[in-house]
């Protein structure tokens, strides 16, 4: 099955600094990569993704890079604020309807 | 739109006991929904996936016997923690999707907490 490994497992940043956050899969079908923000003990809320036929997408501080060869994909926050401060979530799928495999997570902690 | 809720948010129950935990989409009509299960400061780890009229399929582990799963509309999926013990002490998200080219995502509903002593 698809494993997902995700890197760092926390990340602590200046405010206004970048923030980078890096996840590798193992199947080569997979073909949808969300990422989730989660807030401490909230839902997890989906705040950007990416298809297997596009290489980039960005939406105002937030972008996602996908590397089919390489089969990896990063998650990176431009000029960070402390609302930011969450754990974020890496996933892969193969296809519509089928299951998301989960990283295991980056606690990002944005410093005032 | 998109809205994935759960019921109840909390709930402490004692050992042996079953607690059921519902999640529904309120706009739009779910063909899948899946449960998670997500220990503290833990990844989210998937139990089953279900489909409305259908049975779920579960992963591999998860005791279907203890852990039974009912979807049976559109709208409308259940958990069954049947015989809970301490150990299934943890956070129960369902998310729910509605299929369709594009319109794949998963929306998660928030949580349930489970607490058996």
């Known amino acids: 099955g698809e494993n997902v490994e995700q890197h760092p497992s926390t990340l602590s940043v200046q405010e206004g600094d970048s923030a980078v956050i890096k996840c590798t899969y193992s199947?080569?079908?997979?073909?949808?990569f969300p990422w989730y923000k989660q807030e401490l003990g909230k839902r997890p809320q989906l705040i950007i993704d990416?298809?297997?036929?596009?290489g980039e997408k960005k939406d105002q501080r937030i972008a996602v890079t996908l590397n089919k060869t390489a089969k990896h994909f990063s998650l990176h926050i431009t000029e960070t604020q402390p609302e930011d401060s969450a754990v974020y979530f890496c996933?892969?799928?193969?296809?519509?309807?089928?299951?998301?495999?989960f990283g295991g997570g980056t606690r990002v902690l944005v410093k005032p | 739109g998109a809205v994935v809720s759960q019921h109840p948010s909390r709930v402490i129950c004692k050992s042996g006991t079953s607690v059921k935990i519902e999640c529904r989409s309120l706009?739009?009509?779910?063909?899948?929904m899946f449960w998670y299960r997500q220990f503290p400061k833990q990844s989210l780890m998937l139990m089953a996936t279900?489909?409305?009229?259908?049975?779920?399929?579960?992963e591999q582990g998860v005791e279907k016997d203890k852990f039974l799963i009912n979807h049976a509309s559109l709208t409308l999926s259940t958990l069954t923690v049947t015989s809970a013990h301490p150990e299934d002490s943890s956070f129960y998200i369902c998310?729910?999707?509605?299929?369709?080219?594009?319109?794949?995502?998963?929306?998660f509903g928030p949580g349930t907490r489970l607490t058996v002593l």
């Open positions: 998310s729910a999707s509605y299929g369709g080219s594009g319109t794949d995502t998963q929306y």
């Open positions: 199947d080569s079908a997979s073909n949808y």
């Open positions: 990416i298809r297997s036929n596009v």
């Open positions: 996933a892969a799928r193969k296809a519509a309807g089928n299951k998301l495999t």
């Open positions: 706009d739009f009509q779910a063909t899948t």
């Open positions: 279900s489909n409305e009229g259908s049975k779920a399929t579960y």
